[in-house]
């Protein structure tokens, strides 16, 4: 189960499949997965975010808003491509490496991050 002291990745834009697939792989790491429109990402986040997730055309559209996010906090930004085009095996493997490095990275005594 996962709680208010997990570590956060919000996800933005993304299809329901992506969403599922993500929740489902922060589920087993304790990692909360949230999904978010760019319009509330100033004022929806309660806590700070280890990662956000957007798809690209998204991105473009509000550019500032995510860059935003990335200078005031130790937030990482993935923009990812159309997911049609993504194959599922690598949507899989990119999803587990950032939910890992957020469990890893945000566990007690951890000093590490990813750039932003």
């Excluded at 996800?11 to 319009?39: D, F, H, I, K, N």
């Amino acid at each position: 189960m996962i709680d208010r002291a997990d570590p956060l990745v919000l996800l933005v834009g993304c299809s329901e499949g992506l969403v599922a697939m993500w929740r489902e792989a922060g589920g087993r790491l304790s990692v909360a997965v949230q999904e978010w429109e760019p319009g509330t990402l100033r004022t929806g986040a309660l806590r700070r975010p280890f990662a956000v997730v957007v798809m690209d055309d998204r991105y473009r559209a509000e550019p500032t808003a995510f860059d935003a996010l990335t200078r005031e906090g130790p937030t990482s930004l993935v923009r990812l491509e159309d997911g049609d085009l993504i194959r599922q095996e690598d949507q899989q493997l990119l999803a587990e490496a950032v939910l890992q490095a957020a469990y890893e990275m945000t566990a007690p005594g951890a000093t590490a991050s990813l750039p932003g």
